[in-house]
């Protein structure tokens, strides 16, 4: 009964390194995504996808690409990380969308330095 | 674009008392509307949801009624306890979903 995968769970970059994340969902969830939580600034959405082989920008796409490898893994990816990038990172999935819930994984905190 | 705001926080109210969160949204669109509470040292749980306009999402003692033509879904509760410490977010969705800031609320005994 795993829900929402992430990994890894803390990670340290210097800039300039690039590294993925990793998201899984068992739930058969058609719409995943990626948000950043900075403080006082709530969760920003990044990347998400509606449904296996599409993607769309969020409201902070920049820095970032994603990867919808299949309908349950949903990568977040860092080219050259920065230290505006240092977060906690989360993924949620939904079954569809407009009324469902999000679904949460336990989030990465990411230090760039 | 689409865009969801809340009051500024912190709120600090005593036990008992009466509780209210603003959250305005801009759509582009007819979304659903949500209340998401984060409880310390935890993920976010979903509160409530309302999906259409006048429709009215309540739970746990919370209630929010989805108001289009104020385009806002504020938060209350009649009488808060020290458990409802938390930061409530409120969130609108389409295909995507965009978060408010938070607002961060402790209740003091």
């Known amino acids: 009964n795993a829900g929402v995968t992430q990994t890894p769970k803390f990670q340290v970059l210097k800039t300039g390194q690039s590294m993925t994340l990793q998201c899984a969902q068992d739930m058969n969830h058609n719409s995943m995504y990626w948000y950043r939580q900075d403080p006082g600034m709530g969760l920003r959405l990044i990347y998400y996808s509606a449904s296996e082989g599409t993607t769309d920008k969020g409201e902070v796409p920049n820095g970032y690409n994603v990867s919808r490898l299949n309908k349950r893994e949903f990568s977040l990816r860092l080219e050259s990380a920065a230290p505006s990038q240092t977060s906690v990172y989360f993924c949620a999935s939904r079954e569809g969308v407009l009324n469902e819930k999000l679904f949460f994984g336990s989030g990465t905190q990411l230090s760039v330095l | 674009g689409d865009s969801v705001t809340q009051m500024e926080g912190p709120v600090t109210l005593s036990e008992e008392a009466f509780l209210t969160i603003n959250c305005t949204y801009t759509?582009?669109?007819?979304?659903?509307l949500f209340w998401y509470v984060q409880y310390p040292g935890e993920g976010l749980q979903l509160l409530l949801k309302a999906t259409k306009a006048d429709d009215k999402g309540s739970n746990k003692g919370f209630e929010a009624t989805y108001r289009k033509e104020t385009t806002s879904f504020h938060l209350e509760k009649g009488s808060v306890q020290v458990s409802d410490s938390a930061v409530y977010f409120c969130a609108l969705a389409y295909d995507k979903v965009i978060f408010g800031p938070g607002t961060s609320l402790s209740v003091i005994p």
């Open positions: 759509a582009t669109g007819y979304p659903s």
